[in-house]
Nanobody
Framework: QVQLVESGGGLVQAGGSLRLSCAAS????????MGWYRQGPGKQRELVAT???????NYADSVKGRFTVSRDATKKTVYLQMNSLKPEDTAVYYC?????????????WGQGTQVTVSS
């Protein structure tokens, strides 16, 4: 069983920065994709940024150039460095892990951490 524990959310003024962390525990297979989704008020959950085994990253257009996803050396912790934050970045941010098993895959989610950006 895989568990994801997030930390680092909070309240910040527009233009500020925050760093989210997510630690994965349990039986984690490689390759895998780790990253972040978010769900703003009244909106659907959307992709923010992902990292596939430290080889390939993917970003939503709305965060390119402002957010950076990375992993530690163990590949079991994923970070999201968020700079130049905007009020529209306000959302619950969810850590995400997709493990691949041949032709199938399993998704895991963290409990979410609130990020609020004030104008």
């Amino acid at each position: 069983q895989v568990q994801l524990v997030e930390s680092g959310g909070g309240l910040v003024q527009a233009g500020g920065s925050l760093r989210l962390s997510c630690a994965a525990s349990g039986s984690i297979r490689s390759p895998n994709t780790m990253g972040w989704y978010r769900q703003g008020p009244g909106k659907q959950r959307e992709l923010v940024a992902t990292d596939t085994s430290g080889i390939r990253t993917n970003y939503a257009d709305s965060v390119k150039g402002r957010f950076t996803v990375s992993r530690d050396a163990t590949k079991k912790t994923v970070y999201l460095q968020m700079n130049s934050l905007k009020p529209e970045d306000t959302a619950v941010y969810y850590c995400y892990l997709r493990a691949y098993y041949g032709t199938s895959q399993t998704d895991y989610w963290g409990q979410g951490t609130q990020v609020t950006v004030s104008s």
